[in-house]
């Protein structure tokens, strides 16, 4: 079971293709489905994420529910 740390992705109308919202905090996903259970996305197909000692450095980057799923406060 690989947690993977990425923003979630919205399709743009516009352009074409999937981008992130600037404001955008990072989820903990697992199985493609964030543990908060907002968002689910192939994290396999992006190169986009940061590692967990990121996470642990910045907590203010991330999600609070992940956070505290994940047991980082």
Partial sequence: MKRVWQPPLFKSETKG???T???AKY???VNNVSLCGLHSQQTDEFDIEVF???IVAMPELACK???K???IK
């Fill in 27 to 29: 989820h903990a996903f």
């Fill in 17 to 19: 293709h999937d981008r």
């Fill in 52 to 54: 967990e000692l990121q």
């Fill in 69 to 71: 799923k994940v047991g």
């Fill in 65 to 67: 529910k992940c956070l």
């Fill in 21 to 23: 919202s600037s404001g």
